[in-house]
Every structure is written in C-alpha cells, then in structure tokens.
C-alpha cells in the first residue's frame, strides 16, 4: 500500500476504467486508497474484522458502481470514502440489531427506495449542497446524512458515532445552521 496522497485527476481516470471492468485499474486504485479507506472503517467501527468487512464491501460497490461517479457528488476521492463511511455505519447497525432485536429475519430486509436527500441531490440545488456538505465538519455531515437519509434515531446514531446523545443532537442541530447559511449565500 503507498503512502502518498491519490491525485484526484488520477483517481478520476481510474474510476473512468474501473467503470469499463479493467481489473488492473482496479488493483491499482485498491493499492492508492484501501489504506486511506481502512483507516476511516477503523476508526468508526472501532474493531478490525468489522473495518475489514465494510472495506471488502465498500471496494464491491466501487467496483459495480464506478459508472455512475460523477463530479457534482465531490471529489472522487471522498465520493469512495463516503461509500466507505456509510458501508462501515450500515454494518454497524445491521450488527446492533441483530444483537438487540433477537429477529434473524431483520438482517435481510432492506429498504431499497431513495430517501429524501437523494430526491434534493437530484434537484438543481445539488452542486450548492454537495458542496455546502462538504464544508461540515464529519461528525456533522454523518450525523444530518444518518439521521436524514438513512433514518437513525437519535439513541441509534449515539450507539453508531460512540457519542452522547446530547452530543449528536448538538452536531445535527450545528450542522442544519451551518447548511442553511451556506444554502443562503
């Protein structure tokens, strides 16, 4: 794995051949960034074999999705640690579940329909919010993203970010004040 920092032109290119199934641009771009991607999946998950798995899957939806990549979603670069953020986050969930709810049945249902920040990235504005999102801090921008698009409670985003729940509640409500005087300007 290397150490240094992915060009992002680079990676655009890369993400340009994945998207064409070249196995070798794939290699390529797991060498430039798993380190990179790992870390993020550690660092939220808190346990190696659970990093490593989302990982693994975050690389699999990379690999199906590099096609649909495009410039207004961010830098390619924290467009696949995004992938990898929620990846980490749904896998934590999904095993929080299991362990609370007792419901083998649980782990297999998934909502497949789009949540309302997908509608609002789709609209005109999607550019102005992608970038407005960017500016948040990242415990800010997980803590809208999740509550908003992914439908966390405020004791599940808790458990998810390791946080007190006072604490998210303070991100979420910081990060709407910051968005809404970024969407202003």
């Given at each position: 794995?290397?150490?240094?920092?992915?060009?992002?032109?680079?990676?655009?290119?890369?993400?340009?051949?994945?998207?064409?199934?070249?196995?070798?641009?794939?290699?390529?771009?797991?060498?430039?960034?798993?380190?990179?991607?790992?870390?993020?999946?550690f660092k939220l998950a808190g346990q190696q074999e659970l990093?490593?798995?989302?990982?693994?899957?975050?690389?699999?939806?990379?690999?199906?999705?590099?096609?649909?990549?495009?410039?207004?979603?961010?830098?390619?670069?924290?467009?696949?640690?995004?992938?990898?953020?929620?990846?980490?986050l749904d896998l934590m969930r999904s095993r929080a579940v299991?362990?609370?709810?007792?419901?083998?049945?649980?782990?297999?249902?998934?909502?497949?329909?789009?949540?309302?920040?997908?509608?609002?990235?789709?609209?005109?504005?999607?550019?102005?919010?992608?970038?407005?999102?960017?500016?948040?801090s990242d415990v800010q921008r997980d803590s809208i993203l999740?509550?908003?698009?992914?439908?966390?409670?405020?004791?599940?985003?808790?458990?998810?970010?390791?946080?007190?729940?006072?604490?998210?509640?303070?991100?979420?409500?910081?990060?709407?004040?910051?968005?809404?005087?970024?969407?202003?300007?």
């Open positions: 794995m290397t150490t240094r920092d992915p060009d992002q032109e680079e990676l655009m290119a890369l993400l340009v051949s994945v998207a064409r199934s070249d196995r070798q641009a794939f290699q390529l771009l797991y060498k430039m960034i798993s380190a990179r991607m790992f870390g993020l999946c990093a490593e798995e989302a990982l693994q899957d975050a690389f699999v939806q990379i690999w199906h999705h590099a096609g649909e990549y495009h410039s207004d979603r961010g830098t390619p670069l924290s467009w696949m640690l995004t992938i990898a953020r929620y990846r980490t299991r362990r609370t709810s007792g419901d083998e049945h649980l782990e297999h249902l998934e909502d497949q329909r789009g949540g309302p920040l997908d509608a609002s990235l789709r609209s005109a504005g999607a550019r102005q919010l992608t970038g407005c999102l960017d500016e948040l999740l509550s908003y698009y992914r439908g966390f409670t405020h004791d599940e985003l808790a458990q998810a970010l390791s946080s007190p729940v006072g604490t998210v509640k303070s991100w979420i409500r910081r990060g709407l004040m910051a968005l809404k005087r970024c969407l202003e300007r």
